[in-house]
């Protein structure tokens, strides 16, 4: 038997390969844990959405600012209100400007607007300058360690202390907390230690009202191709209850072309296109937006992962 090898979600290409497994997952916040019989394994799943690019264009609307963020092909609309928290990486309060170049976080979980290029309603807006300081927005657990353990927080008698909502914060409050964190030094350890100068406690974003987005289709009855099934058959995963599939061989089974990006991958034939992004719920259908219920995700090195709903409607 081949023995699967499970690699982290988020990898900046789209490798193409070969094995059989079939392990299970079980998931906390910002992560979901992979496991079969000779391997156990963390995936990390990002408990934020980070958008990247420079400040393209401003248009200023009754209810808030769009911000049109390019990132060389890629685009995205960022919206800002009088609530948005907007800091440059120092920790200092700015005004977001065309040419600036930002890291804008949304929380993963928060429902997107079904509208293409896809539109972010961020937790947190920073604007990247020459300036000497880093940021870390993410869910921090009891030990103020973040879900990757990349970073832990040594808060001292130095560090500015405030929440999104306005209430007054203690150390004990960053415990299991969203937070944003500004900070300028860190240790070589793993994880890396810092005593940060200014955090945020993020206690705002469960009460975000859901915003409507593109339903998934009726669920049909699963149509059937016998090689596709197979492959499915002999090659999955399943995270967080999900079945997830090979999307390469299954797509080229099924007479898509596809094309690798550096996140993911558009698959099309005909008038019919898929854009695929790792890490990321959210997934196009020529120029709408829709949603997995799981992330797609590099499983095993050399191929990307799906969830099952996909291979059934391609077979349709």
């Known amino acids: 038997m081949k023995m699967t090898k499970v690699v982290p979600f988020a990898m900046s290409a789209l490798l193409l390969g070969g094995a059989i497994g079939a392990p299970t997952a079980s998931a906390n916040e910002g992560e979901a844990v992979v496991t079969n019989a000779e391997t156990t394994e963390q995936q990390v799943q990002p408990t934020f959405i980070k958008v990247t690019g420079t400040v393209e264009n401003v248009d200023v609307r009754e209810n808030g600012t769009s911000y049109t963020v390019m990132d060389g092909d890629n685009t995205n609309i960022v919206i800002a209100n009088k609530e948005s928290f907007i800091f440059d990486n120092t920790g200092k309060e700015v005004k977001l400007q065309k040419g600036d170049k930002v890291s804008a976080y949304s929380y993963a979980k928060k429902p997107m607007l079904a509208i293409y290029p896809p539109q972010y309603n961020p937790e947190v807006i920073i604007v990247e300058t020459e300036a000497m300081g880093s940021v870390e927005v993410d869910f921090f657990d009891k030990n103020l360690i973040d879900t990757d353990n990349n ?7 130095d560090t500015k202390l405030v929440s999104a909502s306005g209430k007054d914060v203690k150390l004990d409050d960053l415990k299991e907390q969203h937070l944003a964190v500004f900070y300028t030094i860190a240790t070589m350890s793993i994880p890396a230690q810092t005593p940060p100068s200014k955090v945020i406690v993020l206690d705002t974003i469960e009460k975000e009202e859901p915003i409507e987005v593109d339903p998934e289709p009726t669920p049909e009855p699963a149509p059937s191709n016998p090689a596709v099934q197979e492959i499915i058959k002999k090659d999955f995963y399943e995270v967080e209850g999900t079945k997830m599939v090979p999307l390469r061989l299954i797509a080229e089974e099924l007479g898509f072309k596809v094309e690798v990006t550096p996140k993911g991958a558009i698959i099309s034939k005909g008038a019919v296109s898929y854009t695929i992004t790792r890490g990321q719920k959210e997934y196009g259908y020529n120029k709408a ?22 291979a059934e409607e391609l077979m349709k």
């Open 289 to 310: 937006l829709r949603q997995f219920k799981v992330a797609p995700a590099l499983l095993e090195a050399g191929k990307t992962y799906v969830p099952v709903e996909l």
């Open 151 to 157: 970073l832990k927080l040594n808060v001292g008698e």
